[in-house]
């Protein structure tokens, strides 16, 4: 039975399937799971300062993770997607980085890291806890500020925007930068004579996601 519930599963409602007594000696049978409500990622967030975390490490053995430098680490993982699902606000963009993030190999911490399936934080007494430690309890947050206005989804600039890009920076890049992997887009775009800052291309990464999963 797989009892361990990831990141990846509790962010976007999901659950593992469940192994029950075979029918036929040899042969188990598979059950899904119901999925679950989808917890915020900031929720999650807090309850992994607030109480730690499981995880798998390279060798495959199961631990906890409740020291504050580890923490510190895995958070700073989180965030590089978890930015984004801050400001979604849609059903259909939320399903875009669900798609995205369920590829192992593109985010390996949100499916490496998480907890037991009868074990799960309460979600929203951690966040309470942290929002009282960081002075913010009781308080009604201002509207989270939003990035510029894009064009929409339907818009054909974004279609304009997708094969103007492919073409620029090779098939294999522009596939690279669907998986969450922007080295080799950039690298193609700098051999064009193109510069950033190490500033900037935090931003430029975040202008390819957008062009790459808006078509």
């Not at 119901?34 to 929720?43: C, H, R, T, Y």
């Not at 430098?69 to 849609?90: D, E, I, M, P």
């Not at 308080?139 to 073409?167: E, F």
């Amino acid at each position: 039975m797989s009892d361990f519930v990831s990141i990846y599963n509790v962010v976007f409602g999901t659950r593992p399937y469940t192994y029950t007594d075979p029918i036929i000696i040899g042969l188990s049978n598979i059950e899904l799971r119901q999925d679950e409500p989808l917890i915020d990622i900031s929720k999650v967030v807090s309850a992994i300062e607030e109480e730690g975390i499981f995880f798998f490490d390279d060798f495959g053995r199961f631990a906890k993770l409740d020291h504050s430098k580890g923490v510190t680490t895995l958070v700073a993982q989180l965030a590089v997607f978890g930015r984004y699902l801050g400001y979604s606000n849609s059903a259909e963009e939320i399903a875009n980085y669900s798609k995205i993030l369920s590829d192992f190999n593109v985010a390996p911490e949100w499916h490496t890291y998480g907890w037991m399936i009868g074990e799960l934080p309460d979600f929203d007494t951690c966040h309470q806890a942290w929002k009282t430690k960081h002075g913010v309890q009781g308080l009604s947050p201002p509207p989270l500020p939003q990035p510029n206005k894009l064009p929409s989804q339907q818009s054909h600039i974004w279609k304009l925007m997708s094969d103007l890009l492919k073409i620029t920076i090779t098939e294999e890049a522009y596939e690279q930068t669907q998986k969450g992997n922007f080295k080799l887009a950039i690298t193609c775009l700098q051999d064009k004579g193109l510069r950033w800052s190490d500033s900037e291309k935090k931003a430029l990464r975040r202008h390819l996601f957008d062009i790459v999963t808006r078509v």
